[in-house]
């Protein structure tokens, strides 16, 4: 979201094309601006009887150079420049860098990156005080407050600054559905995201951005005690080599599914749709590999907040998904549950409730959930036929908007096991999701009333 998607109009155009959850990036604009974009999605979610969910991007310690003279400087191969913590209007000789422990953090022969990995500097020495002094070894045109990546130093800076505390607090006030948390380095920094959430006394959950080496060293942690993750392909590609991300796009995707966690992927997928109307067809392929993988989200950046082409961006990339998912490969991911845990009954109920979708070519899972917890594990099975999933939690409704091949309904009876199902099953008929004699599975606990875990599955016709 961004000053392209200010317009009702136009955000109500990109609903219409496909649209499931609007992240906002708090690294740019005011809370008055944030504010009038949320009102929007809420007041199109009550007009078109959607359910579309909202995402908080923390900036997170992003660390920038500041303003240089006349907003442009050229930086030589060879020369030396110094990095100042004092702050300073750049050129050719100092910048200032917004990171006060840099000069205590870095380490001589470590590398510094701007600008996305454009400009390169080694570090040749630091007084570790207030002044690093590094050799341009890959030089070039610099303007004010580019990002700085540093992928051979341990930053000390904490994951949430003052600045996300800020806005975080403006999120959970307006209740958003997802946290995401940028440059996560370890589960600690998960952990202390969500004790902040849970002592508001708030329902958000956390999306892990994954763009520094450490977390993918400790990836399986951060996948076990996240909701969810993206796949943050820029910092990722600067941090790492940039060969690596492709498989480690593949590798994350993976984990994620057997772990039942949805993921996002992000970063330049029809970059060249900001000024131009039709994508490259490399973009196209991209887009078309993610859903590939599995991923449950693509995700789209400057191309809808600052684009010239907020709607046809979104309608493109529905329909690339759109044919992908006529391929068979892309199903039948089933996993088996791990055994002896307090789940155990109800992943095994999701398990092979799938595996029985796939073999007797069922249309439709049909489930409630107070939790979620049951749309999640349905999903992380990609099975082929729909999940429909009810709920007298209405804030889920647009949780699960993320979650791959999950369509949310509003349900409130509690009556009976045999009572409900027949509810479920009329409705989706009534709206025309299933036709008769089409071969649908329900998934319920019983007894109803007591909203248990998932323990019991159903095989049935509709009629």
């Known amino acids: 979201m961004g000053p392209a998607t200010a317009d009702i109009s136009v955000l109500e155009a990109m609903f219409n094309e496909g649209l499931d959850i609007c992240r906002i990036n708090f690294s740019h604009g005011d809370y008055d601006a944030v504010l009038h974009i949320v009102n929007n999605i809420r007041e199109l979610n009550k007009k078109l009887k959607r359910h579309v969910g909202i995402l908080a991007d923390l900036q997170g310690p992003k660390l920038r150079i500041g303003t240089v003279k006349n907003n442009a400087v050229n930086l030589v191969n060879g020369n030396e420049i110094v990095i100042t913590t004092k702050e300073k209007e750049g050129d050719e ?4 860098i ?9 380490k001589v022969g470590e590398t510094v990156l701007i600008d996305d990995g454009k400009i390169h500097l080694k570090v040749l020495d630091t007084n570790g005080k ?4 590094c050799l341009i070894t890959a030089g070039g045109a610099l303007s004010s407050k580019k990002g700085v990546n540093l ?4 930053i000390s800076l904490p994951s949430l600054t003052i600045k996300d505390i800020r806005d975080l607090d403006f999120a959970l006030e307006h209740d958003f559905d997802w946290i995401g948390l940028s440059f996560v380095r370890s589960v600690t920094d998960i952990v202390e995201l969500k004790d902040i959430i849970k002592h508001k006394g708030k329902r958000a959950r956390v999306i892990a951005k994954i763009e520094k080496p450490e977390a993918i060293r400790e990836i ?3 996948i ?3 909701d969810g993750i993206m796949v943050a392909r820029g910092d ?4 790492l080599p940039m060969e690596r991300v492709p498989l480690l796009q593949k590798m994350i995707v993976q984990k994620c599914i057997e772990m039942s966690k949805p993921v996002i992927i992000a970063t330049q997928m029809m970059e060249s749709m900001i000024t131009s109307y039709t994508p490259t067809r490399a973009e196209v392929n991209d887009v078309a590999n993610a859903v590939m993988d599995g991923a449950d989200a693509v995700m789209l950046s400057a191309e809808t907040s600052v684009g010239k082409f907020p709607a046809r961006v979104i309608e493109i990339m529905r329909r690339v998904i759109t044919e992908v998912e006529e391929l068979d490969s892309i199903y039948h991911k089933e996993h088996l549950p791990a055994i002896k845990t307090a789940t155990y009954v109800t992943d095994s109920i999701c398990y092979n409730a799938c595996a029985l979708a796939h073999s007797a070519d ?3 899972l049909i489930s409630m959930t107070n939790s979620g917890y049951t749309a999640f594990r349905l999903s992380s099975h990609r099975p082929k036929a729909q999940i429909f999933i009810f709920t007298d939690n209405l804030s889920l409704l647009t949780t699960l908007s993320l979650v791959w091949g999950v369509r949310g309904y509003y349900y409130d009876k509690y009556e009976s096991t045999d009572q409900t199902i027949e509810d479920l099953k009329a409705y989706i008929k009534k709206e025309k999701l299933v036709k008769d004699d089409d071969l649908v599975i329900n998934i319920a606990s019983m007894p109803m009333k007591e909203r248990g875990r998932t323990n019991m599955m159903k095989l049935s016709y509709i009629s």
């Open 93 to 96: 000789n100092e910048i200032y």
């Open 98 to 106: 917004t990171y006060p422990q840099f000069p205590q953090d870095v």
């Open 130 to 133: 207030d002044s690093v002094r």
């Open 151 to 154: 992928p051979n130093t341990k």
């Open 220 to 222: 399986d942690n951060i």
């Open 224 to 226: 076990d005690v996240t």
């Open 236 to 239: 990722l590609g600067v941090e």
């Open 362 to 364: 069922v249309r439709a």
